[in-house]
T-cell receptor
Framework: ETGVTQTPRHLVMGMTNKKSLKCEQH?????MYWYKQSAKKPLELMFV???????ENNSVPSRFSPECPNSSHLFLHLHTLQPEDSALYLC????????????FGSGTRLTVV | GENVEQHPSTLSVQEGDSAVIKCTYS??????FPWYKQELGKGPQLIID?????GEKKDQRIAVTLNKTAKHFSLHITETQPEDSAVYFC???????????FGTGTSLTVIP
């Protein structure tokens, strides 16, 4: 266990469903991140939160909606996804900038049917 | 922005041999270079990192070298073992920033 917990581990959803991914960190970090990992592509940063405030949104489609109620919890709300959104979604946290204690969760394997 | 290239994409070695993975980066302002190992069903885990003020760092069987002039850095694994089999990612960033730029990964297989 890395200290960053993601649930669920696997998720299959239809294109008209609404679902949410959850991430919780127990490391006392103040920054949290969502990444998308697709086969044969570099990890893609989606969103960054520092002290609950969103500081980065890397041109992510609006069908992905993040929520960060506090520094320990991060959600990714999903609606009307496309099959190409199937991927491993990784959460990470850090103590400030990336050079310090950057830790990934185990990810949620999402399949859109 | 930063562009990180990683080679090879797949690598097979015999147990006990060495493995080398290479990365190049484009942004001369990048100064922090971590390497991550991702095993099946798990998220990436940091195995070693290097900052731009040093040229080499070792941790047991793992070493990383950095050539700032040429903008490339490499991961060296010696005396490979089957449990080293995984996907390895390099990354580059400015250590005051909040974003990593990752390579595309190298799938390493160690053959017993």
């Amino acid at each position: 266990e890395t200290g960053v917990t993601q649930t669920p581990r696997h998720l299959v959803m239809g294109m008209t469903n609404k679902k949410s991914l959850k991430c919780e960190q127990h490391l006392g970090h103040n920054a949290m991140y969502w990444y998308k990992q697709s086969a044969k592509k570099p990890l893609e940063l989606m969103f960054v939160y520092n002290f609950k405030e969103q500081t980065e949104n890397n041109s992510v489609p609006s069908r992905f909606s993040p929520e960060c109620p506090n520094s320990s919890h991060l959600f990714l709300h999903l609606h009307t996804l496309q099959p190409e959104d199937s991927a491993l979604y990784l959460c990470a946290s850090s103590q400030g900038p990336v050079g310090y204690g950057y830790t990934f969760g185990s990810g949620t394997r999402l399949t859109v049917v | 922005g930063e562009n990180v290239e990683q080679h090879p994409s797949t690598l097979s070695v015999q147990e006990g041999d060495s493995a080398v993975i290479k990365c190049t980066y484009s942004d001369s302002a990048s100064n922090y270079f971590p390497w991550y190992k991702q095993e099946l069903g798990k998220g990436p885990q940091l195995i070693i990192d290097i900052r731009s003020n040093v040229g080499e760092k070792k941790d047991q069987r793992i070493a990383v070298t950095l050539n700032k002039t040429a903008k490339h850095f490499s991961l060296h694994i010696t005396e490979t073992q089957p449990e080293d089999s995984a996907v390895y990612f390099c990354a580059a960033s400015r250590d005051t920033g909040n974003q990593f730029y990752f390579g595309t990964g190298t799938s390493l297989t160690v053959i017993p």
